[in-house]
């Protein structure tokens, strides 16, 4: 049972760390003030594959209208993905991925939307065509100069493996939070040196590894990366989480697991929560920086 405690013993052997600030910038039109306010990604998965029912949209007319209606409800950024992450999942090639985004992005070119992509031509392709990020499922470093000759925004995600449809088991030795801030540390200055200026790190929660399939590992592994937030923030660049599901625990309640694990997260100084239950996340949040 995580206590008082634990937290702070945490913040007694990291203090330093816990004061760490990060870059702000602007996404579009948009100011992101990481260090003072949370901010929301909201999710729009175009893949039949994709579990999370009240997020897949099967044409662009449901895209559009879910699109439009997160960032009614408080979502900062609108994310969409062509491909679903999932081990099953039916692969995506680079056309099909831009016959079901580019309409889409034509739909939503009023909102700040992000692509979920592991392919140049498809970044290539959805930048040119109005998307202001690249949520980097992959780590192909064609990708930081693509984004970069857009002046568009990155999401570098940990990914242990070419892409997230390439993974086979999760190392979880030691301290997994250590691991993933020397991986960013040599992503960031890839991507720097590649011209890009807008980067935010995701240790990617929610990505399917076969040894993190039991739910009580998984869980642990995902509470303990939230709650060591802060220690990545270290690097400088804003931290993005994607807030995971624990349906062995939610059951009929898992749309409620969000907004739970949106707690862990934003006690660890999580700067974007990338969510499919907005207005639930959005709630949390808003009481959150009451206290």
């Known amino acids: 049972m995580l206590n008082l405690e634990q937290l702070a013993g945490l913040l007694e052997n990291n203090r330093e760390a816990a004061k760490a600030r990060v870059q702000e910038f602007a996404i579009g039109a948009k100011h992101f003030a990481f260090n003072t306010q949370p901010h929301i990604m909201g999710v729009i998965n175009l893949s039949p594959d994709s579990w999370y029912r009240e997020s897949v949209c099967l044409n662009t007319e449901q895209a559009v209208r879910r699109g439009k209606l997160l960032a009614l409800h408080g979502a900062d950024i609108v994310d969409i993905g062509a491909e679903s992450t999932l081990a099953h999942a039916s692969r995506a090639g680079d056309a099909l991925q831009k016959s079901r985004l580019l309409p889409v992005l034509e739909g939503l070119r009023d909102e700040i939307v992000s692509v979920e992509t592991y392919s140049p031509a498809v970044g290539e392709r959805v930048l040119a065509a109005g998307a202001k990020v690249l949520n980097l499922t992959g780590s ?18 940990y990914v242990q493996g070419p892409n997230v449809r390439e993974v086979a088991d999760f190392s979880i030795k030691g301290d997994v939070v250590a691991g993933m801030h020397e991986y960013f ?76 694990f949106a707690v862990l997260a934003a006690l660890g100084k999580t700067d974007l929560f990338r969510t499919h239950e907005v207005p639930k996340t959005k709630a949390v949040l808003d009481v959150l920086r009451l206290l």
């Open 140 to 157: 192909d470093e064609k990708l930081y100069s693509v984004a970069a000759a857009h002046d568009a925004a990155v999401i570098i995600c």
């Open 185 to 260: 540390g040599r992503q960031i200055e890839t991507a720097t040196c590649a011209g890009v200026k807008k980067i935010m790190i995701d240790p990617g929660l929610g990505f399917y590894y076969r040894n993190l399939q039991d739910s009580a590992a998984r869980v642990r592994h995902q509470m303990t990366v939230f709650l060591n937030t802060f220690r990545l923030r270290t690097l400088g660049f804003p931290v993005c989480h994607a807030l995971p599901h624990a349906f062995e625990y939610f059951g009929d309640e898992v749309r409620s697991a969000e907004p739970f």
